[in-house]
């Protein structure tokens, strides 16, 4: 089950150099029950926590479980650490939660499916004594009690390997001897004991094979429940971060409404773009009105110029009737004219790969060339300077909306770091029962990503208020100003887009925090 060979533990270098153990080799049979003794200093706890790769050798070789500790990889302590159970002097029991739930924590975190998770800590439970006091909490127990939901807690995996480190050095000699009683009978069902003690008379009482560490030197004498795990423990956290939460999902809110709202602005100016760009004009004023037999000849040599979608052909006469339709009352003045004063034209169309300034500009100078023409006159350049106006308005509302997303962000880290800080000890519990590193992480993520999508979906929220309520009152402008009927919201793909970035932003920021945290 254990074996150590030649292993010796060295801390600091050059001369500062203090040794913690010299050239330790022994081996512990399965279902041994083994006592490892020394005074305070000697080594133990060193010597113990090299066992659960928490410390490695300088040299020597360890081989605990089946695993080659020298080799082992680090994403393979987990597995190691599963066939572990561990009792300290102080419990270590999470605050915060029940004995029940100190015991069930380390089945959630391995990925015990649900249903056996209630089964298996209460026979821990009952197996120590301690199943009447389930649904106490730390501070309402005695010490030798929080000891019992330690060592609960400890064997609730049913570990072949149980390592006790100085479990009742805090207890009364009562309390210690219902504690080593308790450990005797796990022995007997034949898991592996280590148990480390500084005191002599427990080593006399327990009447076990004895390793005796003398200044560092030895001498004989998971599934489903894991999903469901992680997202308890996102929203626990969520929780947990009180009022930075709150601000990381505000700040969040406010980034993603401000972008959202220039990209609403910015998604209708795009409409009246296209809507300007397919009404664009060209027109040409001829010298004299051809004879009615040449007009079909002058237009197809219009077309024969290349990148136009329709012409029209547009007499004096019809000139001079448009004219008295847009006068209205005023149009008796017209027909005071001695003559028609107005020529006739040609309305040029150009198709969409010349509707820009450029392809305007070259039509133009064709036109210009035709023998027939005495001016032309129109183009898209103030089409072109909306949609230029729209790009810069799309640069200052990314800009604007980029400053607020990096505030979120660090929010976001902060209110992440704030609850790492307060998970400390039940990270500590999940890394020593063998909890995959992802399962220890992935809350702080999941806990970024729940303050995205919630500020996303309140962002999202506040847009469409404020769309409900100013799109009446501007939509009678809107023909006027800008040639559209009405203005639209996002559509549901933008939408899910929006809450998406909302989300992509805590986790951003809860990636940030756990990269920030020593595994």
């Given at each position: 089950?254990?074996?150590l060979?030649?292993?010796?533990?060295?801390?600091?270098d050059g001369?500062?150099?203090v040794?913690?153990?010299?050239d330790?080799?022994?081996?512990?049979?399965?279902?041994?029950?083994?006592?490892?003794?020394?005074a305070?200093?000697?080594?133990?706890?060193?010597l113990?926590?090299?066992l659960?790769?928490?410390?490695?050798?300088?040299?020597?070789e360890?081989?605990?479980?089946g695993f080659?500790l020298?080799?082992?990889?680090?994403?393979?302590?987990?597995?190691?650490?599963?066939?572990i159970?561990?009792?300290f002097q102080?419990a270590?029991?999470?605050?915060?939660r029940?004995v029940f739930?100190?015991v069930a924590?380390?089945l959630?975190v391995?990925?015990t499916?649900?249903?056996?998770?209630?089964?298996l800590?209460?026979a821990?439970?009952?197996a120590?004594?301690l199943?009447a006091?389930a649904?106490?909490?730390?501070h309402?127990l005695?010490q030798g009690e929080?000891?019992?939901?330690a060592?609960?807690?400890a064997?609730v995996?049913?570990?072949?390997?149980?390592i006790?480190d100085e479990?009742?050095?805090?207890?009364d000699d009562?309390?210690?001897?219902e504690?080593?009683?308790?450990?005797?009978?796990?022995g007997?069902r034949?898991?592996?004991v280590?148990?480390a003690?500084h005191q002599a008379k427990l080593?006399?009482?327990?009447e076990?094979?004895?390793l005796r560490?003398?200044?560092?030197?030895?001498?004989?004498g998971?599934?489903?429940?894991v999903?469901?795990?992680?997202?308890?423990?996102?929203?626990?956290?969520?929780?947990?971060?009180?009022?930075v939460?709150?601000s990381a999902?505000l700040?969040i809110a406010?980034?993603?409404a401000?972008?959202?709202?220039f990209?609403?602005l910015s998604?209708?100016?795009?409409?009246?773009?296209?809507?300007?760009?397919?009404r664009?004009?060209?027109?040409?004023?001829?010298?004299e009105e051809?004879?009615?037999?040449k007009?079909?000849d002058?237009?197809?040599r219009?077309?024969?110029?290349?990148?136009?979608q329709?012409?029209?052909?547009?007499?004096?006469?019809?000139?001079?009737?448009?004219?008295?339709?847009?006068l209205?009352?005023?149009a008796d003045?017209v027909?005071q004219l001695?003559?028609n004063p107005?020529?006739?034209?040609v309305?040029?169309?150009?198709?969409?790969?010349?509707?820009?300034p450029?392809?305007t500009?070259?039509?133009?100078?064709?036109?210009?060339?035709l023998?027939?023409?005495?001016?032309v006159?129109?183009g898209?350049?103030?089409?072109?300077?909306l949609?230029q106006?729209?790009?810069?308005?799309?640069?200052?509302?990314l800009?604007?909306g980029a400053?607020?997303?990096?505030?979120a962000i660090?929010?976001?880290?902060?209110?992440t770091?704030?609850?790492?800080?307060?998970?400390r000890?039940?990270?500590?519990i999940?890394?020593?029962?063998?909890?995959?590193?992802?399962v220890i992480?992935?809350?702080?993520?999941?806990?970024?990503?729940?303050?995205?999508?919630?500020?996303?979906?309140l962002?999202?929220a506040?847009?469409?208020?404020?769309?409900?309520?100013?799109?009446?009152?501007l939509?009678?402008?809107l023909?006027?100003?800008l040639?559209?009927?009405r203005?639209v919201f996002?559509?549901?793909?933008?939408?899910?887009g929006?809450?998406?970035?909302?989300t992509?932003?805590?986790a951003i920021?809860?990636?940030?925090?756990t990269?920030?945290?020593?595994?």
């Amino acid at each position: 089950m254990i074996r150590l060979q030649g292993v010796s533990k060295v801390f600091g270098d050059g001369r500062s150099r203090v040794p913690a153990l010299v050239d330790i080799t022994f081996s512990v049979d399965p279902g041994d029950f083994v006592v490892l003794y020394g005074a305070s200093g000697a080594g133990k706890t060193t010597l113990l926590r090299m066992l659960y790769r928490a410390e490695r050798p300088t040299e020597g070789e360890i081989e605990v479980a089946g695993f080659d500790l020298s080799t082992l990889r680090r994403r393979e302590i987990p597995q190691l650490r599963r066939s572990i159970g561990i009792v300290f002097q102080d419990a270590k029991l999470l605050a915060g939660r029940t004995v029940f739930d100190n015991v069930a924590f380390v089945l959630r975190v391995l990925g015990t499916p649900r249903r056996e998770i209630t089964p298996l800590a209460f026979a821990a439970l009952k197996a120590v004594g301690l199943s009447a006091r389930a649904q106490a909490h730390p501070h309402q127990l005695s010490q030798g009690e929080a000891q019992r939901a330690a060592l609960a807690r400890a064997i609730v995996k049913a570990p072949p390997l149980l390592i006790a480190d100085e479990p009742t050095g805090n207890l009364d000699d009562d309390m210690a001897g219902e504690i080593l009683e308790l450990i005797k009978d796990i022995g007997r069902r034949g898991t592996t004991v280590l148990f480390a003690t500084h005191q002599a008379k427990l080593v006399g009482l327990l009447e076990r094979r004895t390793l005796r560490l003398e200044r560092g030197a030895p001498r004989e004498g998971r599934g489903l429940s894991v999903t469901s795990f992680l997202m308890s423990e996102a929203l626990r956290d969520l929780r947990r971060a009180g009022r930075v939460g709150v601000s990381a999902i505000l700040l969040i809110a406010l980034s993603l409404a401000a972008l959202g709202g220039f990209w609403l602005l910015s998604l209708n100016l795009g409409r009246a773009i296209g809507q300007w760009r397919d009404r664009v004009r060209v027109v040409v004023y001829l010298r004299e009105e051809p004879p009615a037999v040449k007009v079909n000849d002058l237009l197809r040599r219009i077309e024969a110029l290349g990148g136009i979608q329709r012409v029209r052909y547009v007499s004096k006469n019809e000139a001079l009737q448009l004219l008295k339709r847009s006068l209205g009352g005023q149009a008796d003045v017209v027909d005071q004219l001695p003559r028609n004063p107005l020529p006739a034209s040609v309305e040029v169309t150009p198709d969409s790969d010349r509707a820009t300034p450029e392809g305007t500009r070259e039509l133009v100078r064709r036109l210009t060339a035709l023998p027939e023409v005495e001016d032309v006159q129109g183009g898209a350049q103030w089409v072109e300077g909306l949609a230029q106006f729209q790009r810069l308005f799309q640069l200052v509302g990314l800009g604007v909306g980029a400053v607020l997303a990096l505030a979120a962000i660090l929010t976001v880290t902060t209110a992440t770091t704030l609850v790492l800080h307060l998970r400390r000890d039940e990270m500590e519990i999940m890394r020593l029962v063998g909890a995959a590193e992802s399962v220890i992480r992935l809350p702080r993520l999941l806990q970024g990503m729940a303050q995205g999508l919630v500020a996303g979906t309140l962002a999202l929220a506040v847009l469409e208020v404020a769309f409900a309520l100013a799109a009446p009152r501007l939509e009678p402008l809107l023909p006027v100003t800008l040639g559209l009927q009405r203005a639209v919201f996002l559509s549901f793909p933008q939408m899910l887009g929006l809450i998406g970035g909302g989300t992509a932003l805590g986790a951003i920021g809860g990636l940030l925090a756990t990269r920030q945290t020593p595994a």
